[in-house]
């Protein structure tokens, strides 16, 4: 079985796709999974400044 389309070296096989032991470097600290967690809350907070920013200075224009 040939992975080639997938960026596995040729003749690799599902031996390569089985190997976990290659991953263990990726593997992250504890502060990683919270800097990971507070990504999405610090990009929705902006998301929620900015929408409020644009409503409040369309209405004082509307006024």
């Known amino acids: 079985m040939e992975f080639d389309n997938v960026g596995l070296r040729h003749g690799a096989g599902v031996e390569a796709l089985t190997d976990l032991s290659s991953l263990a470097g990726l ?33 004082k224009k509307m006024l």
Request: no cysteine; proline share 3%; hydrophobic share 75%.
């Open 27 to 59: 593997a992250f600290l504890v502060y990683g999974w919270i800097i990971l967690a507070l990504i999405p809350l610090a990009v929705t907070a902006l998301a929620m400044l900015m929408a409020r920013f644009t409503v409040i200075s369309t209405l």
